[in-house]
């Protein structure tokens, strides 16, 4: 199969910075959340950035980290679609989205609409951080397994 595009043009280094662009902010964002929700659990509640209500669009940049990646693939490496390293790493992705957007992101939200109306000892504060904590431990962790796969590419040619 040939590719579309050089590997060392233009468009893929483009392509390349764009990809791993927003994989290091989505994923950046998504982790300074959690390290904010580590921060609530000690009990310090004052100047949440990302406990505001709201999921930061920055955080969103997760979403598009395969859309940008199989492109890149698709046009520079066409075989790549296919092998065992792009397909666990697009699943590895997979499970860290279903994550941010079934637990972590609500959590977020949830958690930011409750601080500054409920007392600061409220239980539902350690409960809703430790929870937003635990799904960006678990969203980081993919991303650090899905970049080895990517940068190591086990089984290809």
């Not at 406990?51 to 990646?69: E, T």
Request: proline content about 6%.
């Amino acid at each position: 199969m040939t590719t579309l595009i050089p590997p060392t043009g233009p468009l893929a280094t483009v392509l390349i910075l764009a990809h791993v662009g927003v994989g290091i902010v989505g994923y950046g964002t998504n982790a300074l959340a959690g390290w904010e929700a580590a921060e609530v659990r000690r009990g310090r509640l004052s100047e949440r950035r990302f406990l505001d209500g709201k999921v930061a669009p920055a955080q969103l940049a997760v979403l598009w980290v395969p859309l940008l990646g199989g492109l890149l693939v698709a046009t520079v490496d066409p075989e790549a679609l296919g092998q065992a390293w792009f397909l666990v790493a697009t699943a590895i992705w997979s499970v860290s989205a279903v994550v941010a957007l079934a637990v972590a992101w609500p959590a977020q939200r949830r958690l930011g609409a409750l601080i500054g109306t409920v007392p600061d000892d409220d239980p539902r504060l350690r409960t809703l951080a430790v929870r937003l904590l635990r799904a960006e431990q678990a969203i980081v962790i993919c991303y650090v397994i899905a970049f080895v796969l990517m940068v190591a590419k086990p089984g290809h040619r």
